[in-house]
């Protein structure tokens, strides 16, 4: 019988003990082995010990009740339906989660400090002779639902961000997660290091509210560190970028709302969309944490979904069209690039990039929105001191920005710097477009190409230009600026850099995507510290961007 099997009374009376004498202050420590005293500060500061959990195995409901009356325990609610938990046994025992009746109760404990704690208790109905048994005997040798649990004090994206981080540093592996409706809670598993103490193999990290975004970054790297999904996930990738280009394409954002849900038959008759396919997309998009389906077949957009509307702050519509437009079709050709060296982009239109680009007003106007769209990498760039210390010359100072595409950068310098006065450099047709958008105060506009940078200023800039060119044209680039610098004059180069210790960074993707599309790439600061010293230039130093970009300071 599994009652004998289990042993459920003993087992949570330990339970018992064990919520009772541990403080987060006391229990962290013995989870994370490493934390210093700051550090563990500030994880008391955003943490509080709030249960420990076990997984127990009633016969029925009535035995259940009468296992928690022999430990004196009273659940203030009667069980709801444990979404995360069984979703988890499901899928560890390749059984339906509907064949799986787990049910949550949180009885009070009095901690020794005088803090109320729960006991979390799952129970999963186990009838006797059910093969349900064998699911509860693998469990009961393993224990992989026991864990300790800390709720997050005040969530917000910026915190679950620093301690998720906090907790991978110190050996906390992403086990797994969810979002539990029944509660409105988020929470998120981690797998404790090898080396703790705490006689618990995993952590919770349980946060009120709706925290999908956040969920959906530490169940991909969860399922990173499963080969088989992993490797599925990574195959489907290219349905992740057609999904999000065709709710940008459909303009399905634009038609929903942040704080309401809206019925995906309505949201069709809105975006003129099959009701059945959109609602397949939309779920896909849950998924992805785009979207949130409150409801089923009702849907709200969340704060990530809400970059891809047309006009709102900070939108990356533009970057959803073209990769899953233009870009998107020549990545198609990346086996060519790889056993050529030659760009796909070209093999596939006909043209390089910019001039195809430039031959159809659509596309060009879509490029230049797109560029103008990763402005969070060089959102601090108004602050460097290269600027500040221009904008405080008596003289005035101007700054020029060599390419500056629509003038997305120039603005938010001018705006910063009322001192500073600018100059555009750029194709005749992308001039036009920032003249409309600058107008004519503080900005004068130059057509041409690299050969026509203006002399005379006191800072150049050239964001993010010289990936799209391979080293022999960047020299080019690099020394006409060369000759158009004063003796005095700085050149402000953003860029990301290729890591040298084969780190994570979006460099190592973007250099894939620029010998692919461009004909350019990525590369470290000593390259272009080369290429500015074969120009007659000297890299002065760097300092890193958002968006894992860098600002390079050079000079005469």
Known sequence: MITALSDDTSRLRATVDFVTQQDSESLLPLLLPGLDGPELRALVERCRFAHAALLVFPVHAPALEATLAECGLVAPAPPQPSVVVRERLALRHRRTADDLDVRILRPVVLGRDGQRRTVEVFALTVPPGSDLEEIAAHELARHDE?????????????????????????????????????????????????????????????????????????????????????????LTGAWTTQALATAAQL?????????????????????????????????????????AEDAPGSFRLTALGALLRTEGPGSMRPLALLYGGPFYQSFAALAHTVRTGQVAFEYLFGAHHFDHFAADPHLAELFDQSMAANWRMFEPLPTHPVLTAAARKPRGATV?????????????ILAAHPGLDAVLLERPHVVAAARRRLG??????????????????DVYLLCRVLHDWDDERCRDILRHCARAMPADADLLIVERLLPTDNSPSLATAWDLHMRCNVGGRERTADHYGRLLADAGLTLAGHRPLPLDGHVLHAHK
Do not use: W
């Open 146 to 234: 026991a864990h300790v649990a800390f709720e997050v004090q005040a969530p917000d994206p910026l915190v679950l961000r620093g301690l998720r981080a906090s907790f991978a540093f110190h050996g906390a592996l992403p086990d797994g997660g969810g979002y539990n409706p029944h509660e409105n809670g988020t929470v998120f598993y981690f797998a404790a290091p090898t080396a703790s103490r705490a006689g618990y193999r995993r952590i919770e990290l349980y946060a009120p509210g709706d925290h999908r975004c956040q969920l959906a970054a530490h169940l991909a790297d969860f399922h990173h560190q499963q080969p088989p999904e992993a490797l599925l996930r990574l």
């Open 251 to 291: 303009r399905v954002p634009d038609a929903m709302e942040t704080d309401r849900a809206v019925d995906a038959g309505a949201l069709a008759n809105k975006v003129a969309a099959d009701p059945d396919g959109l609602t397949v997309l939309l779920r896909y998009l849950a998924s992805l944490g785009v979207v």
């Open 400 to 412: 020029v920005d060599i390419a500056g595409g629509n003038g997305e950068l120039l603005s938010r």
């Open 440 to 457: 004519a105060t503080r900005c004068t506009y130059v057509a041409g190409d690299f050969a026509d940078v203006p002399a005379g200023a």
